[in-house]
């Protein structure tokens, strides 16, 4: 683990241990924030946390990864309830300077497979083919989820080989056909409107895109594992966006 993303492992358990040592990673004259829940700068930071109730907040985090001066961490947390989060964060020189996030409350069950949203693979390999790995994944989202070109779907899997993490879907491209076409009867829509940001290291692949589900603005952070060239497995966190007059600070869901 490098020392950054060791800092962001640090700094996330330090919600629930409550220690001051890792939040110094912080840089306290600036610091952008993208949690619309929270007010901007470390100040925001510190009061999100004093309005846990005490004792309250957990923390496990699962996966972390880095790219360039960017940190990702896939993370299972007790924080107003229990939730599923990815978090990014960005340093310059040495300093985290910015924040994003989202989270999606933890479901009762497993999926259809009997996969939770956070279990499977953990460790990056293949680091050699983090930009070409980047480069498939983004280009699946764009054919599949963003423009609906169907025809291309297999071509980015191994047959019915793919171990799927999303709670409503079980595995294998027979599982995703099989949710939409049920999401579809039952008349929920989900578009993929805009990708704002690719994040790799090695085989796993994080994108970050806007767009609606259900008639709701939505963030969709999807998380990807490739294995010889072909999507392997699948992790995401589906946050609605709320209207801008609730947010805590400015900033907006994105804005990389």
Same mark, same amino acid.
């Given at each position: 683990?490098?020392?950054?993303?060791?800092?962001?492992?640090?700094?996330?358990?330090?919600?629930?241990?409550?220690?001051?040592?890792?939040?110094?990673?912080?840089?306290?004259?600036?610091?952008?924030?993208?949690?619309? #829940?929270?007010?901007?700068? &470390? /100040? =925001? $930071?510190?009061?999100?946390?004093?309005?846990?109730?005490? *004792?309250?907040?957990?923390? !496990?985090?699962?996966?972390?990864?880095?790219?360039?001066?960017?940190?990702?961490?896939?993370?299972?947390?007790?924080?107003?309830?229990?939730?599923?989060?990815?978090?990014?964060?960005?340093?310059?020189?040495?300093?985290?300077?910015?924040?994003?996030?989202?989270?999606?409350?933890?479901?009762?069950?497993?999926?259809?497979?009997?996969?939770?949203?956070?279990?499977?693979?953990?460790?990056?390999?293949?680091?050699?083919?983090?930009?070409?790995?980047?480069?498939?994944?983004?280009?699946?989202?764009?054919?599949?989820?963003?423009? #609906?070109?169907?025809?291309? &779907? /297999? =071509? $980015?899997?191994?047959?019915?080989?793919?171990?799927?993490? *999303?709670?409503?879907?079980? !595995?294998?491209?027979?599982?995703?056909?099989?949710?939409?076409?049920?999401?579809?009867?039952?008349?929920?829509?989900?578009?993929?409107?805009?990708?704002?940001?690719?994040?790799?290291?090695?085989?796993?692949?994080?994108?970050?895109?806007?767009?609606?589900?259900?008639?709701?603005?939505?963030?969709?952070?999807?998380?990807?594992?490739?294995?010889?060239?072909?999507?392997?497995?699948?992790?995401?966190?589906?946050?609605?966006?709320?209207?801008?007059?609730?947010?805590?600070?400015?900033?907006?869901?994105?804005?990389?």
């Amino acid at each position: 683990m490098s020392t950054q993303e060791q800092q962001v492992v640090d700094l996330l358990k330090a919600i629930e241990t409550g220690a001051a040592g890792p939040v110094a990673v912080i840089n306290p004259e600036h610091y952008t924030q993208h949690n619309l #829940g929270a007010a901007d700068g &470390l /100040a =925001g $930071f510190g009061a999100l946390l004093a309005a846990l109730p005490p *004792n309250s907040a957990k923390v !496990n985090t699962v996966r972390v990864f880095e790219d360039g001066d960017y940190v990702f961490a896939h993370t299972e947390y007790e924080f107003f309830g229990p939730r599923i989060g990815f978090d990014i964060f960005r340093f310059e020189h040495g300093k985290i300077v910015e924040h994003w996030d989202n989270l999606q409350e933890t479901p009762a069950a497993a999926n259809p497979s009997g996969n939770t949203m956070i279990d499977g693979a953990t460790s990056a390999t293949d680091i050699d083919k983090t930009e070409a790995n980047k480069a498939l994944v983004a280009q699946f989202v764009d054919d599949i989820l963003v423009n #609906g070109r169907l025809e291309k &779907l /297999a =071509g $980015f899997f191994d047959g019915d080989s793919y171990i799927q993490h *999303n709670p409503q879907i079980a !595995n294998g491209l027979s599982g995703l056909g099989a949710a939409l076409e049920a999401m579809a009867r039952a008349g929920i829509t989900m578009r993929y409107d805009t990708v704002h940001k690719v994040l790799g290291e090695g085989n796993f692949v994080l994108v970050v895109s806007e767009g609606s589900f259900g008639g709701k603005p939505t963030a969709f952070y999807d998380l990807f594992r490739v294995e010889n060239g072909k999507i392997a497995e699948h992790w995401d966190t589906l946050e609605t966006i709320p209207p801008q007059g609730e947010w805590k600070n400015q900033n907006g869901k994105f804005g990389f």
